[in-house]
Nanobody, 124 residues
Framework: QVQLVESGGGLVQAGGSLRLSCVASERTFSSRAMGWFRQPPGKEREFVAAISYDGNSTPYAGSVKGRFTISRDNAKNTVYLHMNSLTPEDTAVYYC?????????????????WGQGTQVTVSS
């Protein structure tokens, strides 16, 4: 099973930016889609964004489209989530996940490995 380690979370003011990183332990990373999910306080985990194995397909949740960008560097086994124009509603624990196949979307059942999560807190 792929091990995933997220980093880059923290406290930021509304309107600010953060970049999350997720490093995968296996070279099979480059053949699999990756995703970012988040769990706001007291709410269910929700889809944020995904990226296909080659980076050519990047679906986003409507709430983050235009503000967040997902990208990957297969040479570094790393996927990123660039977050701009953050609002307090973006406060959550953010998780990266490794998909079963080369393409994936919002369904968490499509992912087989999950990171431990990184906290993002946006103050107003």
């Amino acid at each position: 099973q792929v091990q995933l380690v997220e980093s880059g979370g923290g406290l930021v003011q509304a309107g600010g930016s953060l970049r999350l990183s997720c490093v995968a332990s296996e070279r099979t990373f480059s053949s699999r889609a990756m995703g970012w999910f988040r769990q706001p306080p007291g709410k269910e985990r929700e889809f944020v964004a995904a990226i296909s194995y080659d980076g050519n397909s990047t679906p986003y949740a409507g709430s983050v489209k235009g503000r967040f960008t997902i990208s990957r560097d297969n040479a570094k086994n790393t996927v990123y989530l660039h977050m701009n124009s953050l609002t307090p509603e973006d406060t959550a624990v953010y998780y990266c996940a490794c998909a079963r196949s080369s393409y994936a979307g919002a369904d968490p059942q499509g992912y087989t490995s999950w990171g431990q999560g990184t906290q993002v807190t946006v103050s107003s």
